[in-house]
Nanobody, 126 residues
C-alpha cells in the first residue's frame, strides 16, 4: 500500500511558477513509476507527466512540454512537478499517482496507476 499526499497548489497569476510535491509513504517508493494528472472543472481527468522509477525516463503531454518538469527524489519518497509560465488553462486539481508496472506507451491511461493522492488545487488567474 502506498499513500500519496500532494501539496504546493495555490492561486497564481499568468506567467507565474509553482512547484507541486507529492510525498509517498512506504519503503517501496523507488520501485514505482509516478505520474501527475489534472482535472479542470467540467472536464475529465487528463495526463500531465510521468517519470520512471529511476528518474531517467519522463513523458509529458504536449500542452505542458517546455513549461513543466517532473522529477523525483527517491531518498525523500517525493515526486515533484515544477510548473513555469502558467496559463489560465492550467487551472485544475492536480493529482499524483503511482504505478507498480507502468507500460510507458500507455502512461496516459489512468488504469495504469494503482494509487492516487487526494489532489491539490492550482488556479491561474488571467
Amino acid at each position: 500500500q502506498v499513500r500519496l499526499v500532494e501539496s504546493g497548489g495555490g492561486l497564481v497569476q499568468t506567467g507565474d511558477s509553482l512547484r507541486l510535491s507529492c510525498a509517498a509513504s512506504g519503503r517501496t517508493f523507488r520501485t514505482y513509476a509516478m505520474g501527475w494528472f489534472r482535472q479542470a472543472p467540467g472536464k475529465e481527468r487528463e495526463f500531465v507527466a510521468t517519470i520512471g522509477w529511476s528518474g531517467s525516463v519522463t513523458y509529458y503531454t504536449d500542452s505542458v512540454k517546455g513549461r513543466f518538469t517532473i522529477s523525483r527524489d527517491n531518498a525523500k519518497n517525493t515526486v515533484y512537478l515544477q510548473m513555469n509560465s502558467l496559463k489560465p488553462e492550467d487551472t485544475a486539481v492536480y493529482y499524483c499517482a503511482a504505478s507498480r508496472g507502468l507500460i510507458y506507451s500507455s502512461a496516459r491511461n489512468e488504469r495504469q496507476y494503482d494509487y492516487w493522492g487526494q489532489g491539490t488545487q492550482v488556479t491561474v488567474s488571467s
